[in-house]
């Protein structure tokens, strides 16, 4: 059974960069794709990035295109998402999620692993 668990959150200002950490644990991350995903409060949770089993495929929404990068190292399990030019409208929820699957995917509904999240909160 696949584990995630998020680290790196935290208050940033406008303009920062942070990068996430999504350690896996209970299941070889490289058998199948890896996402990110974030949810603001009121709002439905987004998938925003996701990359292919080997590193070789990454998909991004448009919103974050240009400012993040996902990325993995298989060898520790690990996902990463590196955050730039960080905005007010990128403070969420942050949630690293896998499919039981080698194709990628940004709907919630095709995840079948989660973490529990990780706050990115960008204020001045």
């Known amino acids: 059974h696949l584990q995630l668990v998020e680290s790196g959150g935290g208050l940033m200002q406008p303009g920062w960069s942070l990068r996430l950490s999504c350690a896996a644990s209970?299941?070889?991350?490289?058998?199948?794709?890896s996402a990110w995903f974030r949810q603001a409060p009121g709002k439905a949770r987004e998938g925003i990035a996701c990359?292919?089993?080997?590193?070789?495929?990454?998909y991004y929404v448009d919103s974050v295109k240009g400012r993040f990068t996902i990325s993995r190292n298989n060898a520790n399990n690990t996902v990463y998402l590196q955050m730039t030019s960080l905005k007010p409208e990128d403070t969420a929820v942050y949630y690293c999620?896998?499919?039981?699957?080698?194709?990628?995917?940004?709907?919630?509904?095709?995840?079948?692993?989660w973490g529990k999240g990780t706050q990115v909160t960008v204020s001045s």
């Open positions: 990359i292919s089993p080997n590193g070789d495929h990454t």
């Open positions: 999620a896998a499919p039981d699957r080698r194709r990628c995917a940004l709907s919630p509904d095709d995840m079948n692993f």
């Open positions: 209970g299941f070889p991350l490289i058998n199948v794709a």
